[in-house]
């Protein structure tokens, strides 16, 4: 009997098969989707340039983990 696949796992494969525009487009709309505000989002992604110190080459063993 075939797996039967999760609704994360159909919504990621859906993505995938979105070509760039379009999943730019999708990101636009997400939090909306996830019951989130733009604000919220922005933050998170704001936040993410305080973790660039560790994108480095000394510290690329630990990308494994």
Do not use: G
């Not at 999760?6 to 859906?14: D, G, K, L, M, P």
């Not at 070509?19 to 996830?34: S, T």
């Not at 998170?44 to 063993?61: H, P, Q």
């Amino acid at each position: 009997m075939k797996p039967v696949m999760s609704a994360v796992q159909a919504i990621t494969a859906a993505v995938e098969r979105l070509d760039v525009r379009e999943q730019v487009e999708l990101l636009k709309e997400l939090p909306r989707h996830l019951k989130i505000s733009q604000d919220d989002a922005a933050w998170l992604k704001l936040s993410e340039s305080a973790l660039d110190f560790w994108d480095n080459s000394e510290d690329a063993i630990y990308d494994t983990l």
